[in-house]
């Protein structure tokens, strides 16, 4: 609140409150010298929020080391007390969820200037995951599919209207933007905590080394560092062999009973998406049969997810001839949910055509 | 664009009909064949349209499919890949890749909306200037013949200021009718990318 908090507002002005928290805790009073936490889920399923319960016994650890300001899937917080809040006054905020609606962007702004630290929390975040496949087509159609297909049940063809009027005033939905961004496309992000959702050791893992830091115990990560994974892809954590780097064809995988135990889900045709995708999961995946689906995103270094995946798979497939090509491709019906089911939003052309195309015109 | 014109009458090539629409065309060209070819039609003065930018790699092998995403997301027009002809590679084999590469890049930004027409792979071998040059020439017109794609990457997400509402009215928005046409998001975005584009040219 007072003007001498925003100057306070550095990486290194935690580490004292920090230190004063352990004992406040224990005493159970003065709770305001803890730093500040706050989870805020914007356009995401709600399981990044369930990720974070589940590390267990360390919830009461995050409740001792930190004070939770924002946690709507949780318990009660306003929004009006952010807003009321002192510039950097929150130490980290954790965003899961990625920027669909002008409220969502707006709270994310908001969060942006009450934190010192804001973490990208999870895929929905960090590259749009699954929502991000809206960015295929136009706010219209998404529209259309969510109120007037045939599977919806809407016989009077009601539709959104983003602004009634009732007799207290006028009630506004928030706007539905017309492409879906993710965090960092939003505002300046500090860390990056990727998967869908991530791993619960891994998520305290990352807020151990927060605390640590904190508590002047560890070193700060630096700047734009991707937390809780690892810097290598899923294929290094795999168990199975990889001899051959030879396909002939590409499967689905309910069109083969069983697949060999041993070898490489690609190598025996199932489009695995290994190759291009981040570790830090334990490749618990392709450790029983399901291909990688890539959830963690983008292995270090790689500036395309989709890019990456379709250089590696364009090298190991054994045709030359463009018809032989085409037939081996043929096996994967879907390009875009194969390579970008995460990233689409988070890629280099970000979206579908339809998005943005004015088809008016 | 419009609230601009009586204000500037500026040069605006480019921002004309598509007569004289100039693409902008990325080319990857291979060291051994395809740059020399390109080396070649420039040595024997033969002529082809300069909207292509041509790009030395040590072989098309190497054309990461990040380099044409990237190409389409900065303001080209279309992309051109070159390279030796199949079993001709100096590398062996590494031009079948690059084949592969493109047949599955093809089918992915197709299915994002980009014409197969922007993204066209040419052989071309060392003696082959002047086949390259009139392959060159042809891709020209095919993607002036498609027009600007101006993909709005970079833009499309600074939709702060824009009128969501007008926008949302110019679809159709919540009128309760079923959709005849799919898209119509915003007018403004198509507009927004233009002058980037037009600086890129």
């Known amino acids: 609140m007072s003007p001498n908090a925003r100057s306070n507002g550095t990486a290194n002005a935690p580490a004292p409150a920090a230190k004063a928290a352990k004992p406040a805790a224990a005493a159970g009073a003065k709770p305001a010298a803890k730093p500040k936490l706050a989870i805020f889920g914007a356009a995401s399923c709600g399981g990044c929020d369930i990720a974070i319960v589940n590390i267990h016994e360390h919830i009461v650890d995050v409740a001792a080391a930190f004070d939770i300001v924002l946690w709507p899937t949780v318990m009660d917080g306003k929004y009006a007390d952010i807003e009321a809040m002192a510039d950097d006054e929150i130490t980290i905020t954790l965003v899961s969820g990625s920027m669909r609606t002008d409220e969502t962007v707006h709270l994310a702004r908001l969060l942006r200037r009450k934190s010192q630290f804001m973490v990208s929390f999870g895929s929905c975040a960090s590259e749009g995951c699954i929502p991000g496949l809206a960015n295929l087509s136009s706010r219209k159609q998404i529209i259309d599919t969510a109120f007037t297909t045939s599977s919806t049940d809407n016989p009077d063809g009601i539709r959104p209207i983003w602004e009634y009027e009732v007799p207290e005033g006028v009630l506004h939905l928030p706007e539905f933007e017309p492409v879906l961004r993710t965090l960092d496309q939003v505002v300046d992000v500090d860390y990056t905590i990727p998967g869908c959702p991530p791993e619960s050791k891994q998520i305290w893992a990352a807020l151990e080394a927060v605390v640590k830091a904190l508590n002047g115990t560890g070193p700060l990560p630096p700047k734009g560092s991707v937390l809780g994974a690892g810097e290598s892809t899923v294929c290094d954590e795999c168990p199975r062999k990889r001899d051959v780097k030879k396909i002939d064809r590409f499967v689905r995988i309910q069109q083969v009973a069983s697949f060999d135990p041993e070898i490489c889900l690609l190598e025996q045709g199932l489009p695995c998406n290994g190759p291009a995708t981040r570790n830090g999961c334990g490749a618990l995946c392709p450790a029983v049969a399901a291909p990688c689906i890539g959830c963690y995103g983008a292995a270090e270094g790689v500036v395309d997810y989709g890019a990456r995946l379709m250089s590696a798979y364009a090298s190991v497939i054994e045709a030359t001839k463009p018809e032989e090509i085409d037939k081996v491709l043929d096996g994967i019906p879907d390009p875009v949910g194969q390579f970008y089911r995460f990233s689409l939003a988070g890629s280099l052309l970000r979206s579908g055509r339809p998005a943005w195309q004015n088809d008016a015109e | ?201």
């Open chain 2, 1 to 201: 664009m419009s609230a601009q014109a009586p204000v500037a009458p500026a040069p605006v090539e480019g921002a004309a009909p598509a007569a004289t629409f100039e693409p902008v065309i990325i080319g990857f060209t291979c060291n051994w064949c395809s740059y020399r070819a390109a080396d070649l039609a420039g040595t024997a003065r033969t002529k082809y349209p300069p909207n292509v930018r041509l790009i030395r790699l040590m072989c098309s092998g190497r054309l990461d499919p990040t380099f044409v995403l990237k190409a389409f997301a900065e303001g080209a027009d279309a992309v051109l890949v070159t390279g030796c002809h199949p079993g001709e590679c100096h590398y062996i084999e590494q031009n079948y890749k690059a084949l592969r590469r493109f047949q599955l890049l093809q089918r992915t930004i197709e299915a994002l909306g980009i014409e197969p027409g922007r993204f066209q792979l040419v052989w071309a071998s060392a003696a082959e200037g002047v086949r390259l040059a009139n392959e060159i020439a042809r891709v020209t017109e095919e993607v002036r013949a498609l027009g600007p794609l101006n993909w709005p990457a970079g833009d499309i997400v600074d939709i702060d200021g824009v009128d969501l509402d007008a926008a949302w009215e110019a679809t159709g928005g919540d009128a309760g009718e079923p959709p005849e046409t799919p898209g119509g998001v915003n007018p403004d975005h198509a507009a927004a990318k233009l002058p980037a584009a037009e600086a890129a040219r």
